[in-house]
């Protein structure tokens, strides 16, 4: 029998945990990672206290929404829509030349929203969804999560909530042939993208 805390195999696609992160070991537990938005300056914040500028930051009714460029052999460009109902943040990485694949949404389980006039707050809660249209989503960071409920930087009420909002994106991905943005058109969320 295996100890909850030791991070499994992906039951879906036989996938190790830690290779997908590229670690040879699990993260160590930590609080949820806090990153702030400033529309007026564009810029963003990240959980190290960075401040970066950003190409593009705008509201819409349902979330705010992300661009910039970024500076890494894989990837260039990234695009993200925080959404408060949905307790989400989803991201798509536009791919440098030789690195292609089919369009891959990450979806981040956490609190968003606004905290003043042009600025908002981002929660990561540790989960995370990967999606590709028409495949089976893989649920990843319950290792994470539970490190930090065990570590006392999560409480029990908390973690059962970022893992029922996780398993309702798996679900709902699922009654929408897992397509990201045909499960928030349900929703009534039309997102943009590049």
């Avoid at 997908?20 to 930590?30: C, D, E, F, L």
């Avoid at 929408?176 to 058109?185: G, P």
Wanted: charged share 20%.
């Amino acid at each position: 029998m295996t100890d909850l805390h030791t991070p499994q195999r992906n039951s879906v696609t036989g996938a190790d945990p830690l290779r997908i992160r590229g670690n040879s070991h699990p993260a160590a537990p930590h609080k949820p990672r806090l990153e702030f938005f400033n529309l007026a300056e564009l810029s963003w914040t990240d959980h190290h206290g960075y401040l970066h500028q950003v190409e593009r930051l705008h509201a819409e009714p349902w979330g705010l929404y992300m661009e910039r460029k970024v500076d890494n052999p894989r990837f260039h460009y990234i695009e993200s829509w925080l959404l408060p109902a949905q307790g989400l943040r989803i991201t798509v990485y536009h791919l440098r030349p030789g690195h292609d694949r089919a369009q891959t949404y990450y979806l981040d389980i956490g609190d968003y929203g606004p905290v003043g006039p042009k600025k908002w707050r981002a929660e990561g809660h540790y989960l995370h969804v990967v999606a590709r249209p028409g495949q089976v989503p893989e649920l990843l960071g319950i290792d994470e999560l539970l490190a930090a409920h065990a570590a006392g930087h999560f409480d029990t009420a908390q973690t059962h909530s970022a893992i029922e909002r996780a398993t309702a994106v798996v679900d709902g991905l699922a009654g929408c042939a897992h397509d990201v943005d045909r499960w928030l058109a349900a929703q009534g969320v039309r997102l943009t993208w590049l």
